[in-house]
């Protein structure tokens, strides 16, 4: 295991995979929304949106038992999770963030469901970031030169979210209607299905 320059300790993909392979695997907790959960999870893991979680942090914080590894698509919400459970008296040392994601872990190895959902949350902003840029640019040789400023809005909104490691545009999409299907969990049945404090 290693640590971000934040507080949150991180625990590598690899690690990851060999610990889900061993006698005592780690609880793995999946903070994306349920429709990215059900395009692809790790197996074994469980699903607790993060507005969920920071919205009745007690309650998962009294249920969580053992060593806990959060994680999202890239990190950033997985790290928001963890300092929420650490402001709610979960110890810091039982919890970590996966490193760099969902997409890092398959990378490694780990092993993955693949079922019938909405494209992973990456692969939207690629496709909306990438859509605009491209009608920003054909719109300036088309229609105005001004509509080149929108091909370089994105470009600098990419750099950012790179630096801070943010992303506004996956935040906006997480909302959309195709990412928030209708059986979104229920706080009860998302407790329930968490594996009881020993």
């Known amino acids: 295991m290693t640590s971000t320059l934040t507080s949150a300790p991180t625990i590598t993909p690899v690690d990851l995979r060999d610990a889900m392979s061993s006698a005592t695997p780690p609880t793995v907790v999946d903070v994306r929304s349920s ?8 197996r074994g893991s469980y699903n607790v949106p993060l507005p969920m979680l920071a919205e009745h942090g007690e309650e998962f914080a009294s249920r969580l038992p053992g060593q806990v590894v959060l994680l999202c698509q890239s990190g950033n919400r997985a790290r928001q999770a963890g300092e929420r459970l650490s402001a709610v008296g979960v110890d810091p040392d039982t919890v970590t963030v996966l490193d760099g994601g969902i997409a890092a872990y398959e990378s490694a190895g780990g092993e993955v469901v693949r079922g019938k959902g909405v494209w992973a949350m ?23 030169p001004k509509f080149a400023y929108l091909a370089g809005a994105i470009g600098a909104g990419l750099t950012y979210s790179a630096a801070s490691n943010s992303c506004a545009m996956g935040a906006a999409l997480a909302k959309m209607p195709w990412n928030r299907p209708a059986d979104e969990p229920q706080l009860g049945t998302v407790l329930r299905r968490l594996p009881a404090r020993s």
């Open 122 to 144: 990456d692969r939207q902003v690629r496709m909306a970031a990438g859509s605009i840029v491209l009608i920003g640019v054909a719109a300036s040789k088309l229609v105005s």
């Open 35 to 42: 429709a990215e959960f059900a395009s692809v999870h790790i």
